[in-house]
């Protein structure tokens, strides 16, 4: 084989490895979760939350989202971002608050040019689990048995967005 030809596919193979960053929107906590889809697996890179802190004003907290979400991108480059849309909130204000935190994380993937997809929290249950109406712990289980990790990802925000991950990654699979 030439070694242009070898080069080739060496480049293909690279190009069918897509790290997707999976979002949970949160104001006083954002969870993220990283993974590498290849060949039909799923591998963890990482995973996490950004805290922001109750004694910053609202645009200081959006601001910090915005500079450690940066910092992920920076550092791992992901090919498609997954964030969950908002259904419902029985708490206005925290309803408004998360709804501009997710304002910044979407504006901060678009500046990025990162693609991106938005699935709902049923659309994630189902990816995840087979069953859109799964309760939170069964949708920690299969993340955690998915992805071949030993414990259950803490906090629960960076599980949530392991699972939108894992949904992106699904979606990935499907679009080919």
Do not use: W
Request: with cysteine.
């Amino acid at each position: 084989m030439s070694i242009p030809t070898l080069l080739g596919k060496l480049k293909m193979e690279i190009k069918k490895s897509k790290i997707i960053l999976g979002i949970d929107p949160g104001f006083a906590d954002m969870g993220y979760g990283l993974i590498k889809s290849e060949k039909n697996k799923l591998e963890c890179l990482d995973y996490g939350s950004i805290k922001t802190f109750k004694t910053l004003s609202l645009s200081e907290r959006l601001e910090q989202i915005e500079h450690e979400l940066v910092k992920i991108i920076q550092k791992y480059h992901p090919d498609r971002a997954v964030v969950e849309e908002l259904f419902f909130c029985t708490n206005v204000k925290t309803a408004i608050a998360v709804g501009q935190a997710r304002g910044v994380i979407l504006l901060t993937l678009i500046k990025n040019k990162i693609p991106l997809i938005e699935c709902t929290p049923l659309q994630v249950k189902q990816a995840v689990t087979g069953y859109g109406k799964a309760d939170k712990k069964q949708v920690q289980q299969m993340v955690r048995i998915i992805l071949g990790l030993k414990e259950t990802p803490k906090p629960d925000d960076a599980s949530d967005a392991l699972a939108m991950a894992i949904c992106g990654a699904n979606n990935i699979r499907s679009t080919k």
